[in-house]
């Protein structure tokens, strides 16, 4: 097995899966285009190394990605046939300002809210799609995510070549014009986005406060954040873990890779297990139930983890790297520890240069 990703069509009226990609590459991320003809998605050829994790030879390896489209008729042209460069003469623009009045003329006040857009009818031809799989004119880059947005636009999210912090990964959010084939930049330093389904705006999380912004418009500095203090949600905690429950024991009789599952009985065990439901009154507690009834398939690799908890306030505070002693009712210094000052994580603050502490 490769482990690489391949993008595939699944036609509801058949019930049929068709492939787009070979297999030959690392494909993730697709997306159609609002206007039916093209799927957009991204693929690597150098990702060998990540896709294991039981080694270390992908460590602070980066890896990049190129992005895509598929023609997906045989009748339709290729967008990004080259362009003429000759000059429109006199006749052809006059044609075209003419045309452009006349359909002025034929709109109406109140059509476009009178009579709904129809969708687009999406014609594939999977004979031949590989050799219609353009790349788009975008240089290799580590893409973590794709999104489209209106009619020939579409959202490329960008990652560091290799991200060594804490926490998420700060991403780049690229808009690719089709017609105009220009890339712009709409934000960076983001960790979450969404594009609004008419593609004419998007959310996104900076730190940790969460902004709208025109698609068309760059982010303005002072815009602020949404006021989600006083948001609340109600939720009924005793349901949705009766629903987890039964999703647990869903998950191992669909996905285990043994259809015997050990030799333990899925449906007894759940069965068996259910009244202590009625006794859990903490995620924790969830998540212990989970760790006991879970033990009985004899796996090594059964993780369970998260869940919403409550979080107390921390306060973080400084280690000077000392132990005291109290004489005559004050502190002394009694022991002073050294650190590795040279390593920006492990400094001892009374060894620092000028400090003198004895």
């Known amino acids: 097995m490769s482990h690489l990703h391949a993008v595939y069509i699944y036609r509801l009226e058949t019930g049929k899966s068709s492939p787009v990609t070979d297999g030959f590459s690392d494909a993730l991320y697709a997306d159609w285009d609002k206007g039916g003809k093209f799927l957009y998605l991204t693929a690597s050829t150098d990702v060998g190394l990540d896709v294991s994790w039981l080694d270390m030879s992908s460590i602070d390896r980066p890896s990049t990605r190129n992005a895509y489209l598929a023609v997906?008729?045989?009748?339709?042209?290729?967008?990004?046939?080259?362009?003429?460069?000759?000059?429109?003469?006199?006749?052809?623009?006059?044609?075209?300002?003419?045309?452009?009045?006349?359909?002025?003329?034929?709109?109406?006040?109140?059509?476009?809210?009178?009579?709904?857009?129809?969708?687009?009818?999406?014609?594939?031809?999977?004979?031949?799609?590989?050799?219609?799989?353009l790349a788009l004119p975008l240089p290799a880059r580590n893409y973590q995510g794709l999104s489209a947005g209106k009619e020939g636009e579409v959202f490329l999210q960008e990652g560091p070549p290799v991200f060594k912090g804490e926490g998420p990964a700060p991403l780049t959010i690229q808009k690719f014009d089709l017609k105009k084939r220009k890339t712009d930049k709409v934000v960076d330093n983001v960790t979450a986005w969404v594009i609004s389904d008419n593609g004419e705006k998007m959310l996104y999380k900076q730190g940790d406060q969460w902004r709208i912004t025109p698609i068309g418009e760059p982010p303005k500095p002072d815009a602020g954040p949404l006021k989600l203090e006083q948001m609340e949600v109600y939720v009924d905690p005793r349901a949705e873990w009766r629903q987890m429950y039964h999703e647990v024991w869903r998950i191992e009789r669909d996905f285990l890779y043994d259809p015997n599952a050990h030799g333990l009985d899925l449906s007894a065990a759940e069965k068996f297990?259910?009244?202590?439901?009625?006794?859990?009154?903490?995620?924790?507690?969830?998540?212990?139930?989970?760790?006991?009834?879970?033990?009985?398939?004899?796996?090594?690799?059964?993780?369970?983890?998260?869940?919403?908890?409550?979080?107390?306030?921390?306060?973080?505070?400084?280690?000077?790297?000392?132990?005291?002693?109290?004489?005559?009712?004050?502190?002394?210094?009694?022991?002073?520890?050294?650190?590795?000052?040279?390593?920006?994580?492990l400094r001892a603050p009374l060894t620092q240069p000028g400090v003198n502490v004895k």
């Open 72 to 133: 997906l008729s045989k009748d339709d042209p290729s967008p990004l046939a080259p362009e003429s460069d000759e000059e429109k003469g006199e006749e052809a623009k006059k044609e075209a300002s003419k045309d452009k009045d006349q359909d002025k003329d034929k709109a109406k006040p109140g059509d476009a809210k009178d009579k709904p857009k129809e969708p687009p009818v999406v014609k594939i031809d999977f004979e031949g799609i590989g050799q219609r799989i």
């Open 273 to 345: 297990y259910a009244p202590f439901l009625e006794n859990v009154s903490t995620r924790g507690d969830l998540n212990y139930l989970f760790t006991e009834m879970l033990g009985n398939l004899t796996l090594g690799h059964v993780f369970l983890g998260g869940g919403d908890r409550p979080e107390p306030p921390k306060v973080k505070v400084g280690l000077l790297g000392a132990d005291y002693s109290i004489e005559n009712g004050r502190y002394r210094f009694r022991k002073i520890y050294d650190g590795e000052n040279w390593n920006p994580d």
